[in-house]
Structures are given as structure tokens and as C-alpha cells.
């Protein structure tokens, strides 16, 4: 069975990506930090391309790191046991923000592990929030000016992290993504199921 | 222009327009009332009190600036839109200057963050205030916690001098995008908060001093939320900088600092109060 293990920054939205890619009520909150320990789930996630295939797979959300310095050394040990076992790493980052180096410096914390999953996938979350955050609701994708921020956030995300990574990764490997709008919802899952 | 009218009534003071100058000159001593005047005149001509406006990248540092003073610096919604430290002179409306520094965000990148806060540490300790903005849609402080410890204390040691207090004195803490706080939604109507926000941003508040006070104690009156895209609060905003700029803000129209207060020695000042008009 598949193990995809969700990783990132507190607060970047891996339960609500978690929720919206395969059906899930884990808690939210945009207040608070809700995932304070490593949680494992079975699901069954549904293949939408060609011929409609339903896969067992296992999802484990983490905690997010950056919250705050004290309880960091917590993580990094959550982040080395789940780290080895899973397949699939799907590091998940907001798209509204600027800001790299707290993904960097969480990187640099979790070297040793980092090379174990044998594929790595970025999920560019809440890009409806992406400026000028006009989305188109009528068709449910973002607004030509986000696609185009989009586009620059991509870059941005393989030039800030990339190097971060035991491999190379390019564009195919950083997904946009919006858990709010479960915009590329089904791509997403086949990138992440695709064979590694 | 009252400062105005104080200027010109000291410079006629001193150059013995008026009767009361010989007076002064007994009392005072001529060479500390020309020493008065020089500071006077270069004040007025070349000494704006100086604004840092810093925090890390995308909280809306430019957007802040160009919303107070009706600039049009570049902003943008995904790339970092300062790269270096961005200086200008503003004039505020109804007398009285402002010298700009808008600094690179911070955050972005480890490796261009070592060039950002090197210009941090070489420019901050020039500044009268700190204008340090944080976005209040998002709650973590970690980030801003580290600037303030690594970057603004170390810079400003020389001023802290031991005494947190010191620096805490030049601080206002900008609590801009209020407008995107959840839970609620901005009521456009009145461009106001509406009830939900009004408490989240009470909470946000309350979360900052908490948060900051364990790198620098801060009180919750040195936060000034606001929303510079929707221009909410920003004169707010504007008065909290003129009255932390203290006595190097004395010739604003706003907060008309008395100009004698510029002698070093006390009792030169007492005098020149005492044989002012005012």
C-alpha cells in the first residue's frame, strides 16, 4: 500500500488538502494549530483518468513546523520516523506568500530523511488567494491575471526550494492547487499516485 | 503653520529683532544662543526625523507608504518588490516632513537574506522610528520573532545600550490587512471590520504583545491596526509614527514639539521658554 506523507508549514493547509483530495473531515481551523501529532489514514483514492481505479492508499498528515522554536526538535523527530517509511513526500506550501525560508530552514532540519521517499511532489495551496485574488467562480479556476502570478510563483517555489531537495525537481513537480476550491483536485491525486 | 510662525519668531529672537534678544543674549550667552540657531536652521532645512518601515516580505510594506503619502512605489503580488532600501522625503499635509525608508522584506530566501540584513544593520540605527509591519491575517510570529532578536536588537545595541526600553521607545507595530482576517468579512459599506473581525483583531493583538514581549516587550497601545489597501486607519497610523518620533519630530504640524527643547543644555531651554511668546 502507498504511503504519502504531507508535510509543510504551519498553517500552509495539508489537513485541508488532505480533506479535499480524498473526502476526509479532519479538523481545521484558521486559528489554530489543530495536527499536534503524526495521524495516519486509510483511504481509498479514486483514479479519474482512462478507466476509473479505486487504490488503497495511506495518507499521514504531520504537524506544521514554524509555529514557534520551542517544540521544533519535536517535530524533526516526528519527521524522521515517518519520513523513511513513506513513499511519497507531497511538501505543501501556501501560494499566497513570499515568504521561503521557513520551507529552507525546515529543509535544511530534515537532510538526513529528506531522500527516502522516492518521489517528491510540491502542492501549491490556496491559490484562489493569490493576488489580485479575482477567481473566476463562474468556472471555478483562477482569474488570466492569478494564472499568471501563478506561473511566477511556480518559478519562485523551484528556485527558493529546489535546491533543498536530493533531486531536481521541475515544473511538473509543483502543483497549484486550492483545497477551498478543490481546483485541480484530480490532478493532483494522479501526480501523487503516478508511478515513482 | 503655527511651527511656522515659532520658527520665524525665534529666528527674529535671534537676530535681535525683537527686544527681548538682548535680554536672552545677557541671560543665555551668545554663543549658546547661535549654537541654538545653526541647530534650528540645519533642523529645519535637513533633519526630517527618519521612518524605518521593515518586516518580512509581502506584509504590505510599500503598499503602506504608498497609501500614507500618495507614492507610487512598485508593489507586487508575488515577487519581492524591494530589493534595496528605498529612500524619500514626504510632505505632510498641513507642514512638516517625513524621511521614508522603505526596506527590503525579510524571509524570502536564507541566502539573500544575509545581503537584506546586512543593510538592515548599517541603516537602522539612523532611524528615529521603526515602523515594523506584520500582517494580521497570518498568526504566526516565529519569523518576526527571529527579525526582531537577530536583526533589529542586534543592529540597535549601540542605542539599546542594555535598555530594551531605549528601543522600544522608537517602535510602532503596523498591524496592517485587517481587512483579511478571518473569521468575518470587511464591511464595505462603511469600510469597517465588521463585529467578528473587531474581536479577531482584538485577539491578534493581544497574541502580538504576548509573542513579541519574549524577544522585546512591547504594549498593546504600540500596535496600530490598520489596512493600507482599503485605507483604513491610516492617519492612525500616520499620527502613532509623528508621536514616536519625539522631539526629532518637533517642527510637525501635528505634534508641535517646542523648539527650544533643541538646546542641549536644560537651563538655556528653561530660558528661551521663559522669554518666548508662548
New interface residues.
Given amino acids: 500500500m502507498k504511503k504519502i506523507v504531507f508535510l509543510g ?3 500552509a493547509g495539508k489537513s485541508s488538502a488532505i480533506n479535499a483530495l480524498f473526502d476526509l473531515n479532519l479538523p481545521t481551523d ?2 489554530h494549530a489543530c495536527t499536534m501529532e503524526i495521524n495516519k489514514h486509510r483511504v481509498d483514492a479514486i483514479k479519474e483518468n482512462d478507466q476509473p481505479q479505486i487504490l488503497p492508499i495511506e495518507v499521514i498528515d504531520t504537524p506544521g513546523f ?4 520551542e517544540v521544533e526538535h519535536i517535530y524533526k523527530e516526528m519527521y524522521s520516523k515517518v519520513l523513511p517509511v513513506a513513499d511519497v513526500l507531497a511538501w505543501v506550501t501556501q501560494g499566497d ?6 520551507d ?2 525546515a529543509l535544511l532540519s530534515i537532510r538526513e530523511f529528506i531522500s527516502f521517499p522516492k518521489k517528491i511532489i510540491i502542492i501549491l495551496n490556496r491559490i484562489d488567494l ?3 485574488k479575482n477567481w473566476d467562480e463562474t468556472l471555478n479556476v483562477p482569474s488570466a491575471e492569478q494564472r499568471e ?1 501563478i506561473e ?2 511556480v518559478g ?1 517555489v523551484l528556485e ?1 526550494l529546489s535546491k533543498y531537495f536530493p533531486f531536481n525537481l521541475t515544473h511538473n513537480d509543483v502543483i497549484p492547487f486550492s483545497a477551498v476550491k478543490k481546483f485541480n483536485k484530480n490532478k493532483l491525486i494522479d501526480t501523487l499516485l503516478n508511478h515513482s | 503653520m503655527k511651527n511656522n510662525r515659532l520658527i520665524e519668531s525665534l529666528f527674529d529672537l535671534l537676530q535681535g529683532k525683537s527686544s527681548k534678544n538682548s535680554v536672552l543674549k545677557e541671560i543665555v550667552g551668545e554663543d549658546k544662543l547661535n549654537e541654538l540657531q545653526r541647530k534650528v536652521t540645519s533642523e529645519k532645512d535637513t533633519k526630517p526625523p527618519k521612518v524605518a518601515v521593515i518586516g ?3 506584509v504590505g510594506k510599500s503598499t503602506t507608504i504608498n497609501n500614507l503619502f500618495n507614492a507610487q512605489n512598485v508593489t507586487s ?4 518588490g524591494t530589493k534595496n532600501v528605498h529612500r524619500k522625503v514626504f510632505d505632510l499635509e498641513g507642514g512638516g516632513k517625513l524621511d521614508i525608508l522603505d526596506f527590503p ?6 541566502e539573500e ?1 544575509i545581503i537584506y540584513e546586512e543593510m538592515y544593520i548599517r541603516e537602522l540605527p539612523e532611524a528615529d522610528v521603526i515602523l515594523y509591519v506584520i500582517q494580521a491575517n ?3 510570529l ?2 518576526d ?1 527571529r527579525i526582531i532578536e537577530d536583526v533589529v536588537l542586534r543592529s540597535l545595541h549601540n542605542v539599546i545600550k542594555g535598555d530594551k526600553s531605549n528601543l522600544q521607545k522608537k517602535i510602532v507595530i503596523g498591524l496592517n490587512k485587517v481587512d483579511e482576517i ?2 468575518g468579512t470587511w464591511d464595505r459599506s462603511i469600510n469597517q471590520p465588521n463585529d467578528e473581525q473587531g474581536e ?1 483583531i482584538e ?1 491578534r493583538c493581544d497574541d502580538i504583545v504576548e509573542k513579541l514581549t519574549s524577544v522585546l516587550p512591547i504594549s498593546k497601545k504600540q500596535i496600530v491596526y490598520y489596512s493600507a489597501e482599503q485605507r483604513f486607519r491610516l492617519l492612525d497610523l500616520l499620527n502613532a509614527i509623528i508621536q514616536c518620533s519625539g522631539s526629532s519630530g518637533w517642527k510637525l504640524a501635528t505634534n508641535p514639539k517646542p523648539w527650544w527643547e533643541l538646546a542641549e543644555d536644560p537651563r538655556v531651554a528653561e530660558i528661551v521658554r521663559k522669554n518666548s511668546n508662548r
Avoid at chain 1, 97 to 102: A, S, V
Wanted: proline fraction near 6%; aromatic fraction near 2%; hydrophobic fraction near 30%.
Fill in positions: 508549514k504551519c498553517g484558521n486559528t514554524g509555529e514557534s522554536l506568500m513570499r515568504i521561503f525560508r521557513p529552507q530552514e493569490i493576488g489580485p502570478n511566477i510563483q519562485q527558493r | 518580512k516580505a509581502g503580488h508575488v515577487l519581492v522584506g525579510l524571509g524570502v530566501d536564507l537574506d497570518e498568526r504566526i516565529r519569523e520573532q478571518g473569521p479577531s485577539k
